[in-house]
């Protein structure tokens, strides 16, 4: 075999597979259908080994920070464009393949081989599609659109190589004279002008078209934060509104507006479930089995609500994989108390519409009556991109043990390790103490008897420990206490800032934090996998 054959083969598959792309994505927009790179994605998330799935969180995280970017911001977009290339790569390594057989076996080019072709490639993509990212769209529909697309791909495809790669390669007994070499090395030329610009035009127009069409939420309205504004979701002030402590311009809001909530989900794209589809059975080891829809959570239990920061435990010290809102659910005491749990019952096992499980003892939801089924956010219906129609909050654990879009409850006598847990992730997953450093506003410098102030500030965490007490450091000098805004709950992170003296130069501004009991975050720095990063935070600024 030869290797520009074997690259040939390749290039095509690129050229050919971009256009596929670009045509289920504008299906995708234009009539909801399931896009194949994504649920192919996500079915390989879910079939992976678990220290597969961890090493390429990790280095998605790394990368996203070596880059400078957001983690929150653009984690989804990443794991998306990474859907996008790998299932390009694999019509890149397909024309490889073909290139081979065709070269180097008697299988001919023909449109019986390209129509294999694109089963080979389409009916697992269509399969893992229909049971990781079924869009509840007609499964015939579905299933024709797919047919159609793959098997016209494997046309192309092969189709192209028999055009490209020259007979004699093929089939060495097809013998050329050097003036019929010529005449057909003119026509693969021009085939492969004619084919790079037909592929292009396809991949840009489908492209183009299906972002045009792009389904979007109606964005929640804005809610103020603290210090822009006095009142809270409940149309009151918000409980810390008269703190003489003011967050340092800079400082992350205290509170999140809803639409800036991070985002962590297992699926590349969230769950969209229509609430007249939706019960939550509750089964298992309980004396009176319930089917409880959203409107039954809502008006036959009490309502309860909380300021929660809830704080993601693959984030890296300075996280941005964590935000503060208003929850509102029901107790989940009392949902199981009416469907009766019997005395062998030790576990409440949950389960999530995109896959997601997880296990909660006992003993821990009946120890904690502030644990909750929460179905609003900011007053309103839960976002679907955030668990809609119902998820739960368990206090002082990382996200990954509060399953969302919650379709399923049953009691249970033993353990079963949650989604996350069998990935090598910690069982119990307690939040860590941490804090980190904002802002060094530079810009702020202000003038207080007689001497120029630079403010600096940032956030403090500990779960539902509190924080007791933040310090900061300036360079190596000795650990100084700064000042601290009331939270909004016992529940949320806590603001802090310093006004330190003006010193012109290069300075490296540190922070530390203690918990409620008064116990120090660790310094050590530590990774975020399995129980969550850990270190000192600081930032390095030039002041003149």
Not at 3 to 23: D, E, H, M, N
Not at 403 to 412: A, D, H, S, V
Not at 449 to 467: E, H, M, S, T, Y
Request: glycine share 8%; net charge negative; with cysteine.
């Amino acid at each position: 075999m030869k290797t520009k054959q074997l690259f040939t083969g390749a290039g095509l598959g690129g050229l050919v597979t971009a256009p596929l792309i670009s045509l289920f994505y504008l299906t995708y927009q234009l009539i909801n259908l399931s896009f194949p790179p994504y649920a192919v994605f996500n079915a390989m998330s879910r079939l992976l080994p678990g220290p597969v799935i961890t090493f390429g969180i990790d280095a998605m995280i790394s990368t996203l920070r070596v880059l400078g970017l957001n983690v929150a911001g653009t984690a989804k977009t990443a794991e998306r464009l990474m859907a996008v290339i790998l299932f390009w790569a694999g019509g890149v390594i397909f024309g490889a393949v073909l290139s081979v057989l065709f070269t180097r076996t008697r299988w001919k080019v023909s449109p019986m081989s390209g129509l294999l072709a694109g089963l080979v490639l389409g009916v697992p993509a269509s399969i893992l599609s229909l049971t990781a990212d079924s869009t509840g769209s007609s499964t015939v529909l579905y299933l024709l659109i797919q047919a159609v697309l793959f098997l016209g791909w494997g046309l192309l495809l092969t189709y192209s190589i028999g055009r490209v790669i020259p007979a004699a390669d093929r089939q060495p007994e097809a013998a050329e004279t050097p003036e019929e070499a010529s005449v057909e090395k003119l026509n693969r030329r021009q085939f492969l002008v004619t084919l790079g610009a037909g592929t292009a035009t396809v991949t840009v127009a489908g492209a183009g078209l299906g972002q045009l069409l792009t389904r979007t939420a109606p964005t929640p309205a804005e809610t103020p934060s603290p210090g822009q504004a006095e009142l809270g979701p409940t149309g009151e002030p918000f409980p810390n509104a008269g703190d003489p402590v003011k967050p340092v311009p800079g400082t992350r809001p205290e509170y999140t507006p809803v639409e800036d909530h991070y985002q962590v989900f297992i699926e590349l794209n969230p769950e969209n479930i229509q609430e007249e589809e939706w019960t939550l059975p509750v089964t298992g080891l309980v004396d009176n089995p319930l089917e409880l829809t959203l409107q039954d959570l809502r008006e036959n239990y009490p309502a309860r609500s909380e300021y929660i920061t809830l704080n993601c435990i693959s984030g890296r010290i300075p996280t941005t994989l964590i935000s503060t809102t208003y929850w509102t659910g029901v107790s989940v005491q009392e949902v199981l108390d009416d469907a009766g749990v019997q005395d062998e019952a030790q576990y409440l096992f949950i389960e999530s519409a995109d896959g997601f499980y997880e296990i909660v003892s006992l003993d821990l939801i009946y120890s904690d009556p502030r644990i909750m089924f929460c179905y609003e956010w900011d007053g309103e219906p839960l976002p679907k991109d955030h668990g809609f129609p119902l998820r739960i909050w368990i206090p002082d654990r990382f996200g990954m043990k509060q399953p969302k879009w919650i379709t399923r409850l049953e009691l249970r006598e033993t353990y079963q390790a949650g989604y996350w847990v069998e990935r090598g992730w910690d069982k119990d997953a307690l939040v860590k103490t941490r804090s980190v450093v904002d802002t060094v506003a530079v810009e702020e410098i202000y003038q207080e008897n007689d001497q120029q102030l630079v403010p600096f500030g940032g956030i403090a965490f500990a779960g539902d420990r509190g924080i007791s007490r933040v310090e900061i450091r300036i360079d190596d000098g000795k650990w100084l206490e700064a000042d601290l805004r009331s939270p909004l709950s016992d529940t949320t992170w806590v603001i802090w800032r310093y006004d330190w003296p003006f010193q012109e130069g290069e300075h490296t501004f540190a922070v530390r934090c203690f918990d409620g009991s008064g116990e120090m975050q660790t310094l050590e720095q530590s990774p975020a996998r399995p129980d969550g990063s850990t270190g000192l935070h600081s930032v390095t600024e030039t002041i003149s």
